[in-house]
T-cell receptor
Framework: GAGVSQTPSNKVTEKGKYVELRCDPI?????LYWYRQSLGQGPEFLIYFQGTGAADDSGLPNDRFFAVRPEGSVSTLKIQRTERGDSAVYLC?????????????FGEGSRLTVL | AQSVSQHNHHVILSEAASLELGCNYS??????LFWYVQYPGQHLQLLLK??????LVKGIKGFEAEFIKSKFSFNLRKPSVQWSDTAEYFCAVIAGYSSASKIIFGSGTRLSIRP
C-alpha cells in the first residue's frame, strides 16, 4: 500500500513478556518517528530516525525500550519485560524531508495491552 | 525543553458555530507549527502548517490558523463548523530547523459538533 503500515494492529500480552512492533514507512521517506499515545493524551515522542541512525532517542522512557531501523526503511520497536503501564497505542510516522519541515504521515497504530 | 499546551480539553459546538481552539508553545527561537486532526477511527493527518511568511495560514476543509509570535500562540479557527468536523485536534511544534529536531504534540482537544 501507499501509506505507513504498522503490525500488529492489536497485541495483548502478559506482564513481563517481550514485544516487537513493526513499522513499514512510505517508500523513500528518510525520517521515521515512533510515538506513544495513551487514552485522552496527545502522541508522546519516543524516538526519531534519520536513515538508519537514531537522531533523537530522548523520549524512550527507560532501557526496556529499544528501536532499530537497520536498512533505513522498516523499523522495529522492541519492549522488554512489559509492564501494565506500557499499555497504549504505539504510532509510527514517516516524513520525506530531512529537515523536519515536512508533513508526518501516520500509520493506524499498534494497540498494546499488557495484562 | 519545548512544550505545547492546548487548554481546551473538550469543546462542544452546534453546527454553523464559529470555532477557535487554543495552542501555546514554549520556545523562544524559530519554530515550525502544525495542526493535526484525528477523525473517529482514522489515523492522524495534517490539517495545516506554518514555517515562515504570512502568519495566517489556510488549511484543508476551511480551517485556518494564526501564528502570533509575541503570544507564542498558534490558534486554530473555522468560521462555521460542520458535523463532520467532529474529531480530535492536536497542535504540534518543531523547535528550529535541525535535522535532529523532533515534533512535539499537545494533549489534544476533542471537538464534538451537535447536528
Amino acid at each position: 500500500g501507499a501509506g505507513v503500515s504498522q503490525t500488529p494492529s492489536n497485541k495483548v500480552t502478559e506482564k513481563g513478556k517481550y514485544v516487537e512492533l513493526r513499522c513499514d514507512p512510505i517508500s523513500g521517506h528518510t525520517a521515521l518517528y515512533w510515538y506513544r499515545q495513551s487514552l485522552g493524551q496527545g502522541p508522546e515522542f519516543l524516538i526519531y530516525f534519520q536513515g538508519t541512525g537514531a537522531a533523537d532517542d530522548s523520549g524512550l522512557p527507560n532501557d526496556r525500550f529499544f528501536a532499530v531501523r537497520p536498512e533505513g526503511s522498516v523499523s522495529t520497536l522492541k519492549i522488554q519485560r512489559t509492564e501494565r503501564g506500557d499499555s497504549a497505542v504505539y504510532l509510527c510516522a514517516s516524513s520525506l524531508q530531512r529537515d523536519n519541515t515536512g508533513e508526518l504521515f501516520f500509520g493506524e497504530g499498534s494497540r498494546l495491552t499488557v495484562l | 525543553a519545548q512544550s505545547v499546551s492546548q487548554h481546551n480539553h473538550h469543546v462542544i459546538l452546534s453546527e454553523a458555530a464559529s470555532l477557535e481552539l487554543g495552542c501555546n508553545y514554549s520556545y523562544g527561537g524559530t519554530v515550525n507549527l502544525f495542526w493535526y486532526v484525528q477523525y473517529p477511527g482514522q489515523h492522524l493527518q495534517l490539517l495545516l502548517k506554518y514555517f515562515s511568511g504570512d502568519p495566517l495560514v489556510k488549511g484543508i476543509k476551511g480551517f485556518e490558523a494564526e501564528f502570533i509570535k509575541s503570544k507564542f500562540s498558534f490558534n486554530l479557527r473555522k468560521p462555521s463548523v460542520q458535523w463532520s468536523d467532529t474529531a480530535e485536534y492536536f497542535c504540534a511544534v518543531i523547535a528550529g530547523y535541525s535535522s535532529a529536531s523532533k515534533i512535539i504534540f499537545g494533549s489534544g482537544t476533542r471537538l464534538s459538533i451537535r447536528p
